[in-house]
């Protein structure tokens, strides 16, 4: 391995190190920081592993190394959904994933059959693809602009980058791990690890000025987008999204548009004219598209369940005397 490359390497390891730190100090009790932190870990197995000879230590830290990097594309995917999706819930499903893609890579890695190397190819394209799945989807309503930025960078770049990777190894397998190939990826690996790393911190600045009750609002299906709203007030769209999001503390458009449905609804359930107005009737008008989504949001917010809501206000005297 060449100098430049160790360097590139070098710098590239130090800097997911820096920002795995930064992420578990500032967002580590959150599911996000979490699996940021080991998203990025994952990252500096592969850098490490992926240079020339690494792999092929039969040390105890090389095979711990070369596990890590084997699991990195459903970590890749997994940081993906706990980034994106303001929703996104920890599940033993996707750990299953994770270890799943690390035992198929040892396997494909101790058995020479070329089967279980197409398979293993195959599965981290398709935690490839679901990342950029996951990037692409909200991004219309995602009102924290340095994550709309990383969202293009990551779907575009990022994931069209390792798609390369992967389908490299199938069609020239050690390519990536010897001259002139490694330095390549060593170079772009560095400068992914640096844009991705200056457009993560830039997330964190912006989230730290959000209200969690606001961010954590449940979201209904496919709301009005911003671009509709920004012109029907007359006003630029960027302008729109930042004043919603730090000014109003919301992350994304699903969660500011919810808080005056939920409130039309409350106000629906405490009404005694309204009384004999099915909960479902509510729900529809209020602008969510079913009563499962409605009930998880209205609960979440109200802490209780809309029934609930509606027994408990119009069991008041002020209700009887309305009616």
């Known amino acids: 391995m060449s100098m430049l490359e160790a360097g590139l390497r070098g710098g590239t390891v130090a800097i997911l190190l820096l920002v795995a730190i930064l992420s578990l100090r500032d967002s580590g009790r959150t599911p996000a920081g979490r699996n940021s932190a080991l998203f990025l870990l994952s990252a ?67 058995d020479s059959q070329p089967i279980v190397g197409f398979a293993y190819s195959a599965l981290s394209l398709l935690f490839v693809g679901l990342a950029a799945w996951h990037a692409l989807a909200g991004r219309e309503t995602d009102l924290v602009e340095a994550r709309r930025r990383l969202r293009m960078l990551l779907a575009v770049s990022a994931a069209s980058y390792g798609a390369v990777l992967i389908v490299t190894d199938v069609v020239s397998p050690g390519s990536s791990v010897s001259a002139p190939f490694s330095i390549v990826n060593a170079a772009g690996l560095a400068t992914m690890t640096f844009a991705i790393a200056l457009l993560w911190l830039g997330i964190a600045h912006e989230a730290s000025a959000v209200s969690p009750t606001a961010s954590n609002q449940q979201s209904s299906p496919r709301p009005e987008a911003p671009a509709v709203l920004a012109a029907r007030l007359a006003i630029p769209e960027y302008r729109l999204r930042r004043l919603i999001n730090r000014r109003l503390g919301h992350r994304n458009f699903s969660s500011f548009v919810n808080g005056y449905r939920l409130a039309e609804a409350r106000a629906a359930l405490a009404d005694a004219v309204q009384a004999n107005v099915p909960i479902l009737t509510i729900a529809l008008d209020t602008g969510f598209q079913s009563l499962a989504p409605f009930n998880r949001a209205f609960k979440m917010t109200a802490g209780m369940t809309p029934r609930e809501y509606r027994r408990q206000h119009l069991s008041r005297p002020e209700s009887r005397f309305a009616t």
């Not at 699991?71 to 996707?94: M, V, Y």
């Not at 893609?101 to 101790?110: E, Q």
């Open 44 to 110: 500096v197995g592969y850098v490490t592993c992926s240079a020339p000879g690494v792999a092929s230590l039969d040390t105890p830290l090389g095979l711990s190394l070369l596990a890590v990097s084997l699991g990195h594309p459903a970590l890749f995917w997994i940081w993906a959904a706990a980034t994106f999706d303001d929703e996104f819930k920890p599940s033993w499903r996707r750990g299953f994933a994770w270890l799943g893609l690390v035992a198929l890579g040892m396997w494909s890695l101790l």
